[in-house]
C-alpha cells in the first residue's frame, strides 16, 4: 500500500519473503533499492504517472529476490478513496512471471527460427526461377525469334502467326517467373531497406495490373530490425495481393451479371 504522497507504508509477509528484506527496508522509498536499475526508470514513470491521474496502472519489471536472482514481476494497482470521496493513496500486488517471460521468450526465438528458415528457402527458389529457369525461358524467346524468321519466308501464315503467338505467351511467362522470383525474395530489401523494396513492389504491381496504387512512408527506419522489415514486407505484399484478388474477383461477378440472361 501508498499513501498520497506515493511513499510506500506496507508491505504484506510474502513480499518481504519474496525480497529477503525487512518491512523498514521496503517502506518509504525503500523497494526501489531491489527494483534492476535498467527498469527503475520506466517503472517510476508509470508508477509516478497514473499516481499524479489517479489511475488504475499495470508494470512489469524485474526484482531482485532473497537469493539475488532479478525474477520478473507484474504489478497492478488501483486508487483507493476515502468515505468522503478523497484520495487515500495505492493499493496493489506482485506476481511472479518470469516462468511466462521465459516461455515467451522461446516462443519467440523459434518463431524467429521459423521466419528465417522459410526466407533461406524462399530465396533458394527465387534464385533458381531467376538465374537458371528465367534464362532458359529467354533463350527459348531467342530461339523462336530465329525460327520465325527462318519460316517467315517460305511458311504459311499461318505457321508464322502460330509462332508469334508462342512468342508472345513465352515473354510473358518469363515476365511472370522474374515477377515471382522477385515476389519470392527482394534483393531491394535486403540492400536498399524496406522503405525503397515496398515502393518499388508498389510500382511493379500496380503497372502489372493496372491499378492505382499509392504509397507514402513517414517512419525512420535506421534501427529496424531485418526480422522486423521482412514482416512488414510481407504483410504489404500479402494485403495488395489479396486486395487486387478480391478486385478481379468482384469485377469477374459483375461481368457475369451483365451477361446472365433474366429469367422468366
Known amino acids: 500500500m501508498a499513501g ?10 510474502p513480499r518481504l519473503q519474496f525480497t529477503g528484506r525487512s518491512l523498514d527496508e521496503e517502506l518509504g522509498w525503500g523497494w526501489t533499492k531491489a527494483v534492476h536499475p535498467d527498469d527503475l526508470p520506466g517503472c517510476w514513470e508509470t508508477y509516478s504517472g497514473a499516481f499524479d491521474r489517479r489511475e488504475a496502472f499495470q508494470m512489469e519489471y524485474r526484482l531482485r529476490r ?3 536472482e532479478d525474477r520478473w514481476v507484474f504489478d497492478q494497482a488501483v486508487p483507493r478513496f476515502n468515505s468522503n ?4 493513496g495505492y493499493i496493489g500486488s506482485s506476481i511472479d512471471i518470469t516462468d511466462r517471460k521465459l516461455a515467451q521468450e522461446v516462443l519467440s526465438q523459434m518463431s524467429r527460427k521459423l521466419i528465417e528458415a522459410q526466407e533461406q528457402e524462399r530465396t533458394w527458389i527465387a534464385r533458381e526461377l531467376h538465374d537458371d529457369i528465367t534464362q532458359q525461358v529467354a533463350l527459348l524467346t531467342v530461339n523462336l525469334e530465329r525460327l520465325k524468321m ?7 501464315a499461318g505457321v508464322v502467326q502460330g509462332l508469334e503467338e508462342t512468342i508472345e505467351h513465352v515473354a510473358v511467362l518469363g ?12 534483393s531491394k530489401l535486403e540492400y536498399l531497406g524496406i522503405v525503397t523494396a515496398a515502393s518499388s513492389f ?3 504491381l500496380s503497372a502489372k495490373h493496372g491499378v492505382q496504387i499509392d504509397f507514402h512512408s513517414e517512419c525512420e527506419t535506421a534501427e529496424l530490425r531485418n526480422e522486423i522489415a521482412l514482416c512488414l514486407f510481407r504483410v504489404l505484399q500479402e494485403g495488395l495481393q489479396n486486395a487486387i484478388s478480391i478486385a478481379d474477383q468482384s469485377a469477374s461477378r459483375c461481368g457475369s451479371e451483365r451477361h446472365r440472361p433474366k429469367s422468366s
Open 66 to 68: 532473497y537469493d539475488g
Open 175 to 186: 515476365s511472370d517467373i522474374q515477377a515471382l522470383s522477385h515476389r519470392l525474395h527482394s
Open 4 to 13: 498520497i504522497d506515493k511513499l510506500c507504508t506496507y508491505f504484506n509477509l
Open 150 to 156: 527462318d519460316f517467315s519466308a517460305s511458311a504459311a
Open 202 to 204: 508498389c510500382r511493379e
Open 85 to 88: 470521496g478523497s484520495f487515500a
